[in-house]
């Protein structure tokens, strides 16, 4: 792997790695500590309360395999809890609950961030892995050093896709706390313990950000002049 010893690379994305880092173990740690926490509802209760109140009747919940796997998928309107999340009465699953189902109501309303997400979704699952691809074939051999400039291209996609899909999250965060506390579903002398964990999931996607921002820049700088040499 060309970029495995390459002090540019590891002095520009270190900052990235180590948020990211410090980010999983803030999710980690908050949410062992808001799991011990009793909710009123389980997490799959809690987000049909959400979704029912906003006349979601139609999004279906159903549980799914992994831990923290938790999602919300647009095209079949079905939102997929981990079992975890799905059957604890916790603060924790109620919080993760609450924010997959803001995704939802995002859904439901044309949030334009989450359209422009999902239709950048299929370029940005192709540039993650054949931009890099790209831009390294073209480096290393003469005869192909025209693909340098697409690979870049494409890689730009997952930094778009990125920069979109974190106000997103951010914003799903914000309509679950809202929700939680307007319906009744957690006090708010109880959100603290929410507000640390989907704060600190937060946290993951600005690392997730900075890290294809970074790569993009560095590919730029490393790679940009071959496709002129």
Not at 37 to 47: I, K, R, T, Y
Not at 120 to 135: D, E, F, H
Not at 198 to 212: F, I, K, R
Request: charged letters at 15%; zero cysteines; hydrophobic letters at 55%.
């Amino acid at each position: 792997m060309i970029l495995g010893f390459d002090w540019l690379y590891w002095a520009m994305l270190a900052p990235a790695m180590l948020l990211a880092l410090w980010a999983q173990w803030r999710v980690r740690s908050t949410y062992a500590s808001a799991q011990q926490e009793p909710a009123p509802l389980s997490g799959a209760a809690a987000a049909r309360h959400i979704l029912d109140s906003a006349g979601l009747t139609d999004v279906l919940i159903e549980p799914t395999p992994g831990h923290l796997s938790d999602h919300y998928d647009p095209r079949d309107k079905v939102l997929r809890l981990s079992h975890e999340v799905y059957q604890s009465r916790s603060l924790a699953a109620v919080g993760i609950a609450a924010h997959e189902a803001g995704h939802a109501l995002q859904d439901a309303r044309n949030y334009a961030p989450l359209v422009i997400r999902n239709a950048a979704v299929p370029v940005a699952n192709i540039g993650s892995g054949l931009g890099i691809a790209l831009v390294i074939l073209g480096a290393a051999m003469a005869p192909l050093k025209f693909l340098v400039i697409p690979g870049i291209l494409l890689f730009g996609a997952v930094v778009f896709f990125q920069m979109v899909n974190l106000p997103m999250e951010f914003d799903a965060s914000a309509r679950a706390k809202r929700q939680l506390v307007e319906l009744g579903i957690v006090p708010q002398q109880d959100m603290a313990h929410v507000n640390g964990v989907l704060n600190a999931a937060a946290w993951t996607y600005v690392a997730a950000t900075l890290q294809s921002v970074l790569m993009l820049l560095y590919l730029l700088m490393r790679f940009g002049g071959h496709s002129r040499d």
